[in-house]
């Protein structure tokens, strides 16, 4: 009669067994497919596994704060800088030039 112990170690040896033959297979079908794309021309983003991106590319933004001391600039996005953090921003806008 099988005891419990002894099925448990066959089930584990069964388990391995499984594995190793899945991954063979596995490595078999990749194989496979690699030939099937390489043969027809075939890539990942004609699958829909890579999507081409579909953000354009943005315009650099417009600096909205200067430190009149150094002259650098800042667009108001992002961490800011050391020279205005803290401090009362309005005093470093840049004033919009009118237009004749």
């Not at 991954?23 to 027809?40: F, L, N």
């Not at 840049?94 to 004749?100: D, F, G, L, N």
């Amino acid at each position: 009669m099988t005891t419990y112990k002894q099925l448990q170690r066959q089930i584990q040896q069964l388990q391995q067994q499984a594995e190793a033959l899945r991954q063979r297979e596995i490595e078999q079908v990749i194989r496979e497919i690699r030939e099937k794309m390489a043969e027809y021309g075939v890539t990942a983003e004609d699958l829909g596994f890579m999507e081409a991106p579909t953000s354009r590319p943005r315009p650099p933004v417009q600096p909205k704060y200067r430190d009149p001391a150094t002259g650098q600039t800042w667009s108001g996005r992002g961490r800011a800088p050391a020279w205005i953090a803290g401090k009362d921003m309005t005093q470093f806008l840049i004033r919009a030039e009118p237009k004749p």
